[in-house]
């Protein structure tokens, strides 16, 4: 939902090719066959998200699951100090936000309930958009990483980071429990129900160190520029092998995620009674046995 105050303001920018940057927040290349890099592009604010943000990243993402030239997304911010600060407060505090009403406005409380639930539900369904994504999104997180670059980042399905990385599940330190994604997700993420509420309720700051043990994170390295090599590094790799299968396996996971073993094997049998007719089988299994690299066609 929009709320009145805002409609004026939100601007999506119309969509180019997806190696041109067409957009206002977000810079989106193809700098190598298959893989497309969108760097949240706020720097001089830390990244910091404002509601056009996350609007535009919906469409961002939404054009690059359906791109037949992209195989791979590798998700950053830009400059050195920060992947994200998280929302930005400025945004927040002032009076008509969601989160600060103006004191003239009388409005019926099942009224604003309902403005709220409709505003609540486009938020999530931006964030989701990551998850959505048909291709594997690798998040490269680095500097600072709070409040809502959790909620970003656990929509991707790999997570590597530099050593210097801070992240903080922030919400509860201005007084709301986050909805838009990281309290449902961050429990399925890693192993420990324990540290998930200790990080949650506590909104205490973590290191890389301890994001790599708990398993939020696949892997640490030196730097920002090395935790970028190393998404592409792992996007070439996919790349590289059978869209279909790749994302078929993305799907997979994702639905079963939720639901018992036996919906879930239900659900990949009845599925991939369709998909494992690919041509990429064959395609593979010749490249395996020759011990040749696999040429695939767009998905």
Not at 68 to 82: C, D, I, Q, T, Y
Not at 89 to 109: C, I, M, Q, T, Y
Not at 195 to 221: H, I, P, Q, Y
Request: proline share 5%; hydrophobic share 40%.
């Amino acid at each position: 939902m929009r709320t009145q105050e805002r409609i004026d303001e939100i601007v999506i920018p119309s969509q180019g090719t997806t190696s041109e940057k067409v957009y206002t927040h977000f810079r989106v290349t193809i700098p190598e066959p298959w893989i497309a890099h969108v760097e949240i592009d706020r720097p001089g604010q830390l990244n910091a998200i404002i509601p056009d943000v996350w609007l535009e990243l919906r469409t961002v993402f939404d054009h690059l699951s359906t791109d037949p030239s992209v195989r791979a997304v590798v998700f950053s911010g830009s400059g050195e100090r920060a992947f994200s600060v998280g929302i930005d407060l400025k945004w927040a505090s002032r009076e008509g936000s969601p989160f600060n009403p103006r004191p003239d406005e009388h409005v019926d409380p099942a009224r604003r309930a309902a403005a709220l639930r409709r505003f609540g539900v486009e938020f999530q369904e931006c964030i989701t958009s990551i998850e959505k994504c048909e291709k594997p999104v690798i998040c490269v997180l680095h500097g600072f990483a709070l409040g809502m670059s959790a909620d970003l980042c656990s929509a991707a399905d790999i997570r590597i980071c530099s050593k210097d990385t801070i992240f903080c599940v922030k919400e509860v330190d201005i007084g709301i429990a986050s909805d838009v994604g990281i309290l449902a997700r961050l429990p399925k993420v890693v192993g420990s129900y324990s540290w998930v509420k200790d990080v949650a309720m506590t909104g205490r700051n973590f290191d890389a160190d301890e994001a790599r043990r708990e398993g939020f994170v696949s892997s640490v390295l030196p730097t920002k520029k090395d935790a970028i090599a190393e998404a592409f590094r792992v996007a070439r790799n996919l790349s590289e092998k059978s869209p279909v299968a790749v994302q078929t396996v993305k799907h997979f996971l994702d639905h079963s995620r939720d639901r018992t073993v036996a919906e879930g094997l239900q659900y990949q049998l009845a599925y991939n009674t369709a998909v494992v007719q690919t041509n990429d089988v064959p395609v593979a299994i010749r490249a395996l046995m020759s011990k040749k690299v696999p040429t695939f066609e767009k998905l």
